[in-house]
Each structure stands twice: as structure tokens, then as C-alpha cells.
């Protein structure tokens, strides 16, 4: 870790000191009891910004936080949700309009929406702290007694947002999101006994890089591929995969180290990035500025990447709240596309002790909040897996939203010894979710064409029977084609299904051909000239 100067090290205690009054204030928002409280939600995708660029339509991310409003069920719940652009009012309507039991009116009195009116790449919460008056806003609306902040990830931004509001920050301090890294990761599973690939420490050039590729070859002669990471990469979109075979005459049986190392900087070029349009050429441009790190690729017939989700209370405490089996898509199955919850059930239970011993590990070293472990998990026969941890994300990520959107929607409990989710009538919960469900075809529905759809043809989620879909991401549908989605259903199955209507729903009403409005022909709707008001 970096050494901080006497200035970075005051500003470190007084966050600390800050984040200290959280122990009696985090579980109103948890709990649907009658407790007061004041969440102040800063949705800032506060991550490098040329790296988030290779994803499409992450303008609309701040989006990911919405099911946030759920928590608008307490009834004693004030939310501030601050945003660089406006959200659309049916976005909005869509949220408040799920809650059972609330009235839409008493949710939308509780609820302070505010934008900084930037479309600007810079981080929201930078664009925040650089408009005074807006800060002042927020300040002021504030019961700073009652009030916490939580956020996408933690950066310095948040750090000092947080700060000049005297408001504590629940997640992991900004001086600890080193553990969230490609190479902090693989320390913390160093020092928590977690299994992981073979590889290198943080790499700051491409010839440094190429050395420690070569040393990692020699240890595992028979290694057959390798993949490359920028040590700040996002949803896979950092990775880069080099093919050793084309090179076998070089193995470590065979040629020199010195003509390993000259051949494997040769073929740096020729890797197959995961993101679109990536090159060498920017890729190693940004080794010196992010970071980088070599590891060993796990190679196997059947294969999984599921992953596991904690949290590290204000306590110290470390919960376990989740598993996922990751749906992973691009050139070698490295983005993060959506998940299935629960994971296997083959394996579940192993993931949650494995995410033990990590949480224990990140509390040790003072992190809060959210954590997400990724692993490989290669079936061996016989019921037996070889599960190995990729990385740590010390945020909220891919799986954070449709679990936190079941738990608010059902108010229901988590089993640990099981890995299952249960609602409150006891039923077990199992859902399907997607940040990616994108086609061109979509490409120019507006958020109200949208609810019409949902509407006409009851893809809603069910109150009653806890079943259905809740979408998200709304706000990339029109330019991008792009929308997020949770199918909930009593059985992966019934979840699947559930997914599978809405996709073919949606792909009939986008056929260029599809031109008959009829299904709308009977309701009348009135004429507003400023939505937006």
C-alpha cells in the first residue's frame, strides 16, 4: 500500500472515526421496523473511466442502485437518490409501484430525487462535490443524526464526499479498495488459505510482464493458455487471453528463457482481448497507469464460474448472503453477462465456507460492507469439484441488484445451511438475472413503451405469488438496445420460463414488421407536454 502523507493520513482518521457511528445506525436499513433513518444514495460508478467506456450504455449504471426505493417500505424511511441526468418519472413510478402495503403517495413524499443535470465522463460523485450549492442541497435535507450513505464503490470521491457531509459511508474505505484489485485479491487468498491460479504480483510494464509470464510457464510447464489482467479491470472487460501452443517449441523442456521471454512479448500483440475493439496498443498503454497481473488460465471440460456474495458488518462481523452461478459471454467466457441464483447446489456450500475465510480475511484489514468472490469451478467426476478464487470485488457488482431486489420484495431470509432463499411463507426463491439482455431490435423503445409492454402482457412481478420480473437499466433501452432484468420464480425452472416469456415478448414486439398499435387502442391517454416536470 501506497504511504499516505500526515494531510491523507488526518483525512483517513476522520472517515474512520466517521464510518464509527454506523454501528447504530446500518440495521434501519435492513430491518422493516419503525425506525427512522435517512439513506443517502450515491450511485457513482466511480471506477476508472476509460476502462468503463468498453461498456455499453454504463452512462445508465447509476441505475443499478433503484432497487434501493424498495426500501421505502419502512414507512419511516427517507431516500436521497442523486444522479448525473434526470430519471425518466415512469422509471421512478415503476419502483414506488411495487412496494406492497405503502401508498404511492406516502413512498413519493419519503423520496428526494436530485441530479447534477452532467452527461459529463466524469465520476458522479466528483460532479457532486463540484457543485456547491447542490452539496449544500443534499447537506440540508439530511437528519445528519439518522443519515448514512451508500454507494455503488468506494473511491476517494465518495471518501471525500462523505466527509464534507459529515455523513458515514457504508462500504469499505477508500484506502482499503486495494483488496478489491486483480493483485490485492490474490493476496488476501494468499493469506486466507483460498485456493486460486498460479500467477504474478501487480506488473507495471509489458517486458516485466512478459518475464513473469515466462517464470509462471517454468513453474507449469504444461500450461496451455494464460490470462493477461489490467489490475483495475471491470466485468472482464480488462482481460486479454494468450495461447501458449502456437509456441510449444519454446516449452520449458525445449527452448531458453531468454527465447521464451522475446516469444511471449511477440505474441502480446496477437491476444484475444475479451473486450470489443480492444488492441495491444492501448491495452499495454494502460499497464503503467492500472496496473497488471499474469495467471495461469483454468483449463477443463465442464467448467462454472459462480461466485459468492458477503458482507462485513459495522460489528466486524462477516455474513454470508448469497451464491450465484455466473453467466459469463464474450471471446473466451470472461464477461460478466448475468447470474442464476442459487449456485449448484454441488458446490454451494463449499463456496459459502470459501467466502468465510475471505470476509475474515478483508475484516481483518478493516473493509465494510459488500464483498463478491469470483471462482472456477472444473467438475473432477464423481461429485467432486476443483474450485478455484479469480478475484474480489469490494463493491457492489452483477449480483448485488436481483438479490437485494428479492430480499426487499419478499422480506425474507437467507439459509445458510442450505444456501437457499426463503420468503416469509416459507417458500424457497430462485431467480434468473441480466444485466445484458441486448439486440438492436430494442434499440428505440422509450421507458413507456416499456411499461406498456409489462402491462399488456402481465410480465410484472406478482406481490402475491412472489413471482415474475422486475427489470432495470431501463434507461439504456432506447439508444443501446440494452435492459436488466430479475425473473423470480418457486423453482429454477419456473424462473427460466419466466425469462424465456419476456425475451420472446419483447422480441415480438420489436419485429420491424410489427406495426399494429390495436393492443393499446382502447385506453385513452392524455396529452402532456412537459413529462418531465
Not at 511477440?266 to 497481473?293: C, H, V, Y
Request: charged letters at 25%; aromatic letters at 8%.
Amino acid at each position: 500500500m501506497a504511504t499516505l502523507n500526515i494531510s491523507e493520513l488526518e483525512q483517513v482518521e476522520k472517515f474512520r472515526h466517521l464510518q464509527l457511528t454506523l454501528r447504530d445506525r446500518w440495521k434501519t436499513s435492513e430491518l422493516f421496523d419503525n425506525s427512522e433513518a435517512d439513506i443517502l444514495i450515491i450511485p457513482s460508478v466511480s471506477l476508472d473511466q476509460r476502462e468503463l467506456k468498453k461498456i455499453e450504455g454504463f452512462e445508465h449504471y447509476e441505475e443499478r442502485l433503484l432497487f434501493s426505493l424498495i426500501r421505502l417500505r419502512n414507512p419511516r424511511t427517507r431516500l436521497i437518490y442523486v444522479t448525473s441526468v434526470p430519471l425518466h418519472p415512469s422509471i421512478i413510478d415503476y419502483y414506488l409501484q411495487l412496494l406492497p402495503g405503502i401508498p404511492f403517495s406516502h413512498a413519493r413524499n419519503r423520496l428526494l430525487l436530485l441530479s447534477t443535470y452532467d452527461s459529463s465522463l466524469k465520476s458522479l460523485s466528483q460532479k457532486i462535490l463540484e457543485r456547491p450549492r447542490l452539496l449544500e442541497r443534499i447537506h440540508q435535507s439530511l437528519r445528519l443524526d439518522k443519515s448514512f450513505m451508500i454507494c455503488y464503490n468506494s473511491s476517494r470521491w465518495e471518501g471525500e464526499l462523505s466527509l464534507k457531509l459529515g455523513v458515514p459511508l457504508y462500504a469499505a474505505a477508500p484506502n482499503l479498495q486495494i483488496w478489491g484489485t486483480k493483485s490485492g485479491s490474490r493476496q488476501i487468498f494468499k493469506e486466507g488459505g483460498v485456493p486460486h491460479p498460479d500467477g504474478s504480483e501487480k506488473i507495471w510494464n509489458h517486458q516485466d510482464l512478459a518475464e513473469a509470464t515466462v517464470d509462471l510457464w517454468e513453474r507449469q510447464p504444461t500450461l496451455q493458455r494464460v490470462v493477461i489482467k489490467l489490475n483495475e479491470g471491470i466485468s472482464g472487460e480488462g482481460n486479454a487471453l494468450l495461447d501458449l501452443r502456437p509456441i510449444e517449441n519454446l516449452a520449458p523442456s525445449k527452448g531458453t528463457h531468454a527465447e521464451r521471454v522475446t516469444a511471449i512479448s511477440d505474441r502480446f500483440s496477437t491476444m484475444r482481448f475479451q473486450a470489443k475493439q480492444e488492441t495491444w496498443e492501448n491495452f499495454s498503454g494502460r499497464i503503467p497507469e492500472l496496473g497488471a497481473i499474469t495467471e495461469a488460465f483454468v483449463e477443463g471440460e465442464i467448467k462454472r464460474s459462480p461466485s459468492v456474495q458477503g458482507r462485513i458488518t459495522p460489528a466486524g462481523e462477516v455474513e454470508i448472503l448469497s451464491t450465484h452461478d455466473q453467466i459469463l459471454g464474450g471471446p473466451d467466457g470472461q464477461i460478466y453477462l448475468g447470474c442464476r441464483f442459487p449456485a449448484d447446489e454441488r458446490y454451494r456450500l463449499q463456496l459459502q465456507q470459501l467466502g468465510i475465510q475471505v470476509g475474515r480475511k478483508l475484516a481483518e484489514k478493516g473493509t465494510l460492507e459488500r464483498f463478491g468472490v469470483d471462482f472456477i469451478a472444473v467438475d473432477k467426476g464423481n461429485g467432486e469439484w476443483d474450485i478455484q478464487a479469480i478475484e474480489i470485488n469490494l463493491r457492489k457488482g452483477g449480483t448485488t441488484h436481483p438479490f437485494m431486489t428479492l430480499k426487499l420484495l419478499t422480506n425474507g431470509r437467507y439459509d445458510l445451511s442450505t444456501g437457499l432463499f426463503y420468503s416469509q411463507q416459507g417458500r424457497p426463491k430462485y431467480y434468473i438475472a441480466t444485466d445484458n439482455l441486448q439486440k438492436e431490435r430494442y434499440q428505440g423503445l422509450l421507458p413507456n413503451d416499456l411499461m406498456d409492454v409489462i402491462a399488456h402482457h402481465r410480465l410484472h412481478f406478482d406481490s402475491c405469488t412472489e413471482t415474475g420480473t422486475v427489470f432495470h437499466l431501463m434507461g439504456c433501452l432506447s439508444q443501446f438496445g440494452k435492459l436488466g432484468l430479475t425473473s423470480i420464480g418457486d423453482s429454477p425452472q419456473q424462473a427460466q420460463d419466466i425469462y424465456n416469456k419476456v425475451v420472446k415478448v419483447l422480441d415480438e414486439e420489436t419485429r420491424s414488421e410489427n406495426h399494429d398499435f390495436s393492443a393499446f387502442s382502447d385506453y385513452s391517454f392524455p396529452v402532456v407536454w412537459d413529462e418531465y416536470s
